[in-house]
């Protein structure tokens, strides 16, 4: 019992208890956790720290790099070959349709002056080359070879030689991420490359897709080509980003469930084509037109509650 | 010879640059990539709850705090979640430490393996409440190949306090 007014000398100072510092700390990232998670307040910080962290990120690859190097070197000579021939094979059946494409951009170009269209924007890409996947298990993300330095900015599309990967989401001074089309957070409006039909396709993990909001009668059938609409501004219209693997139509719920696979090597790695940003579209206009009802002033009148 | 309370070897003090020093090399291990690959042991967990074990005055939350920050920004995941999980390791270590030295050493490492999984099941309720997919059963294996490394991982952070305490110069170590 310690007399009031005067508390014993602890024998040893050792600072907080452990229960209140376990508190400060856990209360500390719970804040982090949710400044980021909600308010995507934090990326000044990632900015930095990475930034400083480059040249040891840099050093660590080093042996997943030597190993590669390794790999290659001892590949075989006939693997090679064969590679070279399926290569040229594939160049000389593009040539085909690159030697045409001149043309059809040029006749392309003169029918939309006739039609009085604005003219297709020209994009150029950049190509970068997957470095890794990122860590994190619970998101599917790839860092790109490019960054800020490169003119890469967030927001780009991103594709391979066969359709859409992703969307660069966050950009450091020489890498930038990629978030894939098959995470749960990616969305992308496409359209039915047969008849058009426009929807949102939706990362379900795992791997695939999955065609969202599509009443169960809709006109999809199984191995149709979605294409991208266009209509996000993002990425250009008709570069095929999936194939639909399977309908599931149950008349119980309102929506079928439609389930699709990438076109791309979306989780191989490889090169990329990074594409331009797109000029922005205009703006949309508002969804409730102004009512005439308002006072003149402009002013709201609130309701009290109390 | 056990590194263990129960046997007789009395170690050398630790070396705080040592400590960092391990410490900064597992998150070198942790930064190199492997992607998805399950079965890869969070490194900077491991030795972080090895010093929160050995070393519970010098080693603690503040340090799991601040690797845990590094992490989340090498990793590309949220803010604050590696942060989280480390800091409730460093106090369960912590706690444990009193206790866990005097088993010997496979039994330590079944004390720390639910300290490790403890700390994967926050992450993931974490990640899943902001709305994350399930990274699938495959990714809690990282926890089991930590706890199997707890054996080796022991030995080799105490080799620089086996050393005896007069220094005999043909000996390499």
């Not at chain 1, 939309?112 to 269209?117: E, F, G, K, V, Y």
């Not at chain 1, 993300?141 to 660069?168: L, M, N, P, T």
């Not at chain 1, 930038?176 to 957070?185: H, I, S």
């Not at chain 1, 058009?196 to 999955?210: C, D, F, I």
């Amino acid at each position: 019992m310690s007399v009031a007014g005067h508390v014993p000398p602890p024998f040893f100072k050792r600072g907080p208890a452990p229960l209140v510092r376990l508190a400060f700390f856990v209360s500390l990232s719970l804040i982090l956790l949710i400044a980021d998670l909600r308010f995507h307040t934090l990326e000044w910080a990632r900015l930095a720290v990475a930034t400083v962290a480059w040249p040891l990120q840099r050093v660590t690859w080093m042996p997943i790099d030597a190993a590669g190097d390794f790999g290659a070197y001892l590949a075989r000579q006939s693997a090679l070959l064969k590679e070279n021939q399926e290569l040229r094979r594939r160049q000389l059946e593009a040539a085909n349709l690159l030697l045409r494409q001149q043309h059809l951009e040029q006749e392309n170009l003169r029918l939309r002056a006739l039609l009085d269209m604005r003219a297709r924007l020209p994009v150029e890409g950049r190509i970068a080359e997957i470095l890794y996947a990122a860590r994190d298990p619970f998101s599917r993300r790839v860092i790109i070879d490019k960054g800020s330095q490169h003119g890469i900015a967030g927001g780009q599309a991103v594709v391979d030689e066969v359709g859409v990967i992703g969307q660069v989401v966050r950009v450091f001074p020489l890498t930038a991420e990629v978030l894939l089309l098959t995470d749960k957070d990616q969305a992308i409006p496409v359209e039915v490359q047969r008849n058009g039909l426009r929807a949102v396709l939706a990362g379900v993990g795992a791997g695939m897709m999955e065609l969202r909001f599509l009443a169960s009668n809709a006109e999809v059938q199984v191995g149709d080509v979605l294409v991208t609409s266009g209509l996000d501004g993002v990425y250009l219209r008709g570069l095929p980003v999936a194939k639909v693997v399977k309908i599931d139509r149950d008349s119980s719920y309102s929506f079928a469930r439609i389930t699709c696979a990438p076109l791309a090597g979306v989780e191989r790695h490889g090169l990329t084509l990074v594409l331009g940003a797109r000029t922005a579209l205009p703006p949309q206009p508002d969804d409730a037109p102004a009512t005439p009802e308002r006072p003149a002033g402009g002013k709201r009148i609130k309701k009290k509650t109390r | 010879m056990q590194p263990t309370h129960s046997s007789r070897r009395i170690l050398l003090p630790v070396r705080n640059w040592f400590i960092v020093l391990t410490l900064f090399l597992a998150l070198l291990l942790n930064l190199v990539p492997f992607g998805r690959l399950p079965g890869i042991p969070d490194w900077v967990a491991l030795v972080l709850a090895f010093w929160c074990v050995h070393q519970p005055l010098k080693v603690g939350m503040a340090a799991g705090f601040v690797l845990g920050l590094a992490m989340d920004v090498a990793d590309a995941s949220v803010m604050g979640q590696h942060a989280l999980a480390y800091v409730l390791l460093a106090f369960a270590a912590a706690g444990l430490s009193r206790r866990v030295l005097w088993f010997p050493l496979a039994q330590q490492a079944l004390h720390v393996l639910p300290l490790f999984l403890g700390m994967q099941l926050v992450m993931m309720i974490a990640r899943m409440i902001g709305g994350a997919e399930f990274p699938g059963v495959l990714w809690f294996l990282s926890s089991f190949v930590a706890a199997l490394l707890w054996h080796p991982v022991t030995y080799l952070l105490l080799i620089p306090q086996f050393r005896p305490e007069d220094k005999d110069v043909h000996r390499p170590i």
